[in-house]
């Protein structure tokens, strides 16, 4: 059985590398693409993926709003974050929403395909590279923040649908 994978991002190039690289992947199909977050709802209620692999800043109903539709809505649906935010507010946010997995832009593609393949299995992926800028997160006091989720920074990618 293949893992069936959504891909999400505002950048085609971004999606058509993506799907080069899952392309070569024997257990890995992937069923569509969507470049905002109210086509990904849409096309998981009709493609029914395993896995979302969802970008977080886009236009229209962003990544964290999507994400947590799609939980919500579709239990069985994994979201995997794929995102150039490195704060840990965004990995939180998204953790929140849902997400069972957050993974770094500039990772390998043996990564993402050892991520997709990690919430498939209904585990926890985080990206190694997270832990260097989870550790030295600071709160505006400049005390270490214990709870591992950092100082929250700017919340303008507050889940929201920003379409009006």
Excluded at 104 to 128: G, W
Excluded at 142 to 162: I, Q
Aim: glycine share 10%; with cysteine.
């Amino acid at each position: 059985m293949s893992i069936r994978v959504l891909l999400s991002d505002d950048h085609r190039i971004v999606r058509e590398g993506i799907r080069v690289l899952l392309d070569k992947e024997p257990d890995i199909e992937v069923v569509g693409e969507a470049e905002d977050g109210r086509s990904t709802v849409e096309l998981t209620r009709k493609t029914k993926p395993h896995v979302v692999v969802m970008d977080i800043t886009m236009r229209g109903l962003n990544g964290m709003a999507a994400t947590r539709q799609i939980t919500q809505e579709m239990p069985d649906v994994k979201v995997l974050a794929l995102s150039m935010h490195t704060h840990s507010w965004f990995v939180g946010k998204m953790k929140e929403a849902g997400a069972k997995g957050y993974l770094l832009k500039d990772c390998a593609s043996e990564e993402l395909s050892r991520a997709i393949r990690t919430v498939f299995a209904n585990q926890t992926y985080l990206s190694p590279k997270l832990g260097e800028y989870i550790k030295y997160s600071r709160p505006k006091g400049g005390k270490p923040d214990k709870s591992g989720l950092g100082n929250a920074g700017s919340t303008t990618l507050e889940a929201r649908d920003e379409s009006g």
